[in-house]
């Protein structure tokens, strides 16, 4: 896929959206009113400078235009083409020798918005039948004091990845039997460097020489969600004239990673579940575990929104990770002032039905390494997987009592937030 690809897909969603726009006698701040949206926002989605990261909002901004429900259907298959050419690299193109693992999604069909489900994005391992034997416990994070450390940056999507259900008897993992990382990703720990593309894992061929049977299910977690699309705080070890603007919510990873941004107050993880085939698998239970807790990252808080937001507010995980033992509660949304139910484990997905969870894990004491674990069942069969960062733990850190900044796009500097 090249990057003329890319930029044709992006483009030719944002045309469909001026289209519908240019059919209404509103302005784009009217438009934005109605959509409870910032004026700003909307005409960057228009203008092709940014794409949605959920299509719920374009989906009200296709009924606020009177869209036909074939054109809905088109603006969401558009939609899904702007996504991948943007999450995918934009630095080097991958060897003419390997495949492209970037293929454009297939449309999905029509269902209520906060029902809807998304194909997994990340399938860059989808193929690897290998799987670990190694139980899932706490692994040593090896972080150093907070007081000689820098700051590394912030977590990024992780690839798809694979895991055999723990055996409970088992030893601890040994190095040879974990799971080794082919790229290079965005770590929480100082000694790794971070990297915009996301990573495949694929795990050690058993001791014994048998052969291990696949996990029934695939997941990729993206860390760089941002609360309504547009909202977040990074801990940056800099000052202000050192930072750059701002990036589009779907350019956070590259950004993060070359400023060595660490996420501050909250982490947001996208986490999206599918089978491998028409089987149903049971995801039984979602926990989190905390591998490391230090003394919040010195920095100054930076903030990415610009008053943008929303009526919209997706249901999702909770976690307090300033908790001793932190739990991941279900919470329930709202569009527009009518509830959407929490998810309730236990939850069945399939190759034909993925779901999308999102968790959000919150911190004011400490500066926190943890990672999930989701536990599934499958035709008499049961395991866990272990949800985090390209084979590293996610990092959240608290901000209360750092300066905080906000960007000025007028006198285009950051400013202090007063």
């Known amino acids: 896929m090249s990057a003329q690809d890319d930029v044709d897909d992006v483009g030719e969603f944002a045309a469909l959206l001026r289209a519908l726009k240019e059919r ?46 074939e054109e809905r259907l088109e603006l ?47 399938l860059a391992a989808a193929c690897a039948l290998l799987a670990t034997l190694a139980s ?30 723990p055996d409970r008897s088992s030893p601890s993992p040994t190095p040879s039997d974990s799971p080794a990382t082919e790229q290079p990703s965005a770590s929480a720990t100082p000694k790794k460097k971070p990297s915009p593309a996301p990573s495949a894992r694929t795990t050690a061929p058993p001791r014994s020489g048998r052969k291990p049977a696949a996990v029934p299910l695939t997941w990729s977690a993206n860390s760089q969600a941002w609360k309504l699309g547009c909202g977040h705080d990074y801990v940056i070890a800099k000052p202000p004239r050192q930072v750059p603007p701002p990036p589009a919510p779907q350019d956070a990873g590259t950004w993060a990673a070359t400023q060595g941004a660490v996420h501050g107050g909250e982490t947001l993880v996208e986490l999206s579940v599918q089978g491998r085939s028409d089987t149903a698998v049971v995801l039984n239970a979602l926990r989190v575990r905390v591998v490391g807790r230090t003394a919040p990252a010195p920095g100054n808080a930076y903030a990415m929104d610009q008053g943008c937001g929303g009526a919209v507010t997706p249901r999702s995980f909770d976690v307090n990770l300033d908790k001793d033992r932190p739990i991941a509660h279900a919470v329930a949304g709202s569009d527009t002032g009518v509830p959407i139910p929490a998810v309730r484990m236990p939850y069945r997905v399939s190759a034909e039905d993925p779901e999308v969870l999102l968790v959000t894990a919150r911190t004011v004491t400490c500066d926190c390494l943890w990672y999930l674990e989701l536990d599934w069942s499958s035709q008499g069969r049961r395991g866990t997987v272990r949800i985090d960062d390209a084979g590293h733990p996610f990092r959240t850190s608290g901000i209360k009592g750092l300066p905080q900044y906000t960007y000025d796009t007028l006198a285009r500097q950051w400013t202090p937030d007063s």
């Open 76 to 122: 969401h298959r558009r939609w899904l083409l702007a996504v991948a050419a943007r999450r995918r690299p934009r630095t080097a193109s991958a060897p003419e020798d390997e495949p492209d693992t970037a293929a454009d999604p297939p449309p999905l069909p029509r269902r209520p918005w906060y029902r809807r489900r998304r194909v997994a994005v990340g």
């Open 136 to 165: 899932l416990s706490v692994l040593p994070d090896g972080r150093r004091p907070a007081a000689d450390r820098a700051p590394t940056a912030g977590p990024l999507a992780s690839g798809t990845t694979e895991a055999k259900a």
């Open 24 to 69: 209404t006698d509103r302005s784009y701040g009217s438009l934005a009113r109605r959509l409870a949206m910032n004026t700003s926002t909307l005409h960057r989605y228009c203008a092709g400078e940014a794409v949605p990261v959920d299509f719920a909002p374009v989906e009200r901004f296709a009924a606020l235009c009177g869209a036909t429900p």
